[in-house]
């Protein structure tokens, strides 16, 4: 259970981030009405240890502004923003504070369903943390139970599961393994040297999801949007080397990006129905018109139907 002094910590950053700057009788008395305070105003001596604890684990600057009536900010917001672990580790607290302070909203707070798997995080984090080799009994979706010996390299969370990332010895290559298909997972006493080349960012650079292929090379991907398509993919991009290069307004936009062909491309793609359209590479036109037409001959109940 996250302990209360570490929510302090994140509720006392959160609202720096928020109001920007703030003076010490300011702060004290959004303390007092919040449900951190208990009721009581927030003491000089506290709001300095607070100050100190959220600089030392989220590396920001909580400085004063002595010009403009003594009031705290922070300094280097930027640290916050470019990191995406401090991030996610903020936003998963905030809302942690939130549904803590209003005990009455938990039913109309709801989230997706996440796979189990999320006991092993700390056995995985402990692996990595000491260079040790882990043993694991892991069940695929398809085909038989089977144990490997895996070298933990990274860890990546993508649609609301958890993989490890690592050194299969059996295989003799880097697989991605999802931790809600794992049946058991130990640490052992054998060591291994993390190679110095590896860069898990730099792993899945050209790939949307966790497929990665080494024998992939990336290529250009245009994609026609449609519709309320356009503005989808301009909050939320498909992936980081998304950029524009035609459009018109109120009809279409053109993106471009640079990544492999992957099956996880193609459903993403796929996902977006009659909103979009590919317009390179051939290979990639021809996969998704395939795909299509297949879902017009699935067999159903032992019948295949006919083309409409």
Not at 212 to 234: C, F, H, M, T, W
Request: with cysteine; proline share 4%.
């Amino acid at each position: 259970m996250i302990s209360k002094t570490f929510n302090r910590y994140i509720w006392l950053l959160n609202l720096l981030l928020q109001e920007k700057q703030m003076t010490f009788d300011e702060i004290s008395k959004r303390w007092k009405e919040s449900n951190m305070g208990d009721n009581k105003p927030m003491p000089l001596r506290t709001f300095h240890q607070h100050r100190g604890a959220v600089e030392e684990l989220f590396g920001v600057e909580i400085k004063c502004n002595t010009s403009k009536g003594y009031k705290y900010y922070i300094a280097n917001p930027e640290v916050l923003r470019n990191d995406k672990t401090r991030k996610w580790l903020l936003n998963s607290f905030n809302l942690s504070n939130m549904i803590t302070a209003g005990h009455n909203m938990k039913d109309r707070i709801l989230f997706e369903e996440i796979p189990h798997g999320t006991e092993y995080l700390q056995t995985i984090i402990d692996a990595m943390q000491q260079s040790k080799e882990l043993v694991i009994d892991y069940q695929p979706f398809y085909g038989h139970r089977a144990s490997y010996t895996i070298q933990p390299y990274a860890m990546k969370a993508y649609h609301q599961r958890w993989y490890i990332v690592g050194f299969i010895k059996e295989l003799d290559a880097i697989r991605n393994i999802a931790l809600d298909r794992l049946l058991e997972i130990s640490i052992t006493e054998q060591s291994f040297a993390f190679p110095e080349k590896f860069n898990a960012e730099k792993y899945y650079e050209n790939t949307v999801g966790i497929f990665v292929n080494d024998d992939l090379s990336p290529v250009k991907v245009k994609l026609k949007a449609y519709g309320y398509q356009i503005e989808y993919l301009r909050s939320l991009p498909l992936h980081k080397s998304q950029r524009e290069t035609a459009s018109k307004y109120g009809e279409f936009c053109v993106f471009e990006y640079k990544l492999c062909l992957t099956p996880e491309l193609s459903s993403q793609i796929l996902a977006m129905r009659e909103n979009v359209e590919v317009l390179e590479p051939i290979e990639l036109r021809e996969e998704i018109k395939r795909r299509l037409e297949n879902c017009l001959i699935k067999p159903v109940g032992g019948i295949k139907l006919a083309h409409i």
